[in-house]
């Protein structure tokens, strides 16, 4: 079983690579990454001095989707409620993860879509209302499929984020910059998270395996326009 573990050093090393982030910006997204921790993003990451934080392949993404969500405009609080709330679309994303190469031949990458309602304090429904649907997941098949069912009932907006891709970017900058070069950190980061997501299936079977489908997220957003 691959396990993977690591500082938070090297997490931001990682995620910086993967963003692009420029050299005199590094203690900004530092900084950045320590608030959505203090937010409550990370679950058994220690806080204060003399506290070494060991981070988990999960913990990785979960930052890494915290960013993806900072570049679409969302506030950091916003961003950790929404993927506190939605973290069993993404532990569905995950176990998709293909195990060997025969799996991969009929794989497709998984995706979340959500609306970016950066203005629904001023909606009329509550907020609270609304929160279930900030999510949908799909395969990147059957996103094509239903995006021009959305599009024709009236959908005026729609975000995707690529969990795929983003585990695949990490897994390619931790071959970069890891200093287990050779020792394929990629890989065994990848499969660290299956094994994470397969863990969090067998202990909350029924909050993942409930969690509203694509359809439904299609139901809501064509009576959200009438």
Request: hydrophobic share 45%.
């Amino acid at each position: 079983m691959a396990t993977f573990s690591t500082g938070f050093a090297q997490v931001e090393s990682v995620l910086a690579e993967v963003n692009w982030i420029a050299s005199d910006k590094r203690t900004a997204f530092q900084a950045r990454l320590k608030n959505f921790q203090r937010l409550g993003l990370l679950e058994n990451i220690p806080e204060g001095r003399g506290k070494a934080a060991t981070y988990d392949a999960h913990h990785v993404l979960m930052l890494g989707l915290a960013v993806e969500f900072g570049q679409l405009g969302f506030a950091p609080d916003t961003t950790v409620s929404i993927l506190k709330r939605n973290r069993a679309h993404v532990v569905r994303a995950i176990a998709s993860i293909p195990r060997n190469e025969k799996e991969a031949e009929a794989w497709s990458p998984q995706l979340v879509y959500f609306d970016p309602a950066n203005l629904s304090s001023l909606m009329q429904t509550p907020v609270e209302e609304l929160q279930w649907q900030d999510f949908a997941f799909a395969p990147a098949e059957e996103f094509k499929e239903g995006l021009r069912d959305l599009l024709a009932r009236g959908c005026t907006r729609l975000a995707v984020i690529n969990v795929t891709g983003l585990v695949v970017r990490i897994a390619m900058a931790l071959e970069r910059v890891s200093e287990l070069r050779g020792l394929m950190p990629g890989w065994h980061y990848s499969q660290a998270l299956r094994t994470w997501a397969a863990d969090e299936i067998r202990a909350h079977a029924s909050a993942v395996l409930n969690e509203p489908s694509p359809r439904r997220a299609r139901r809501w957003i064509k009576k959200k326009q009438r």
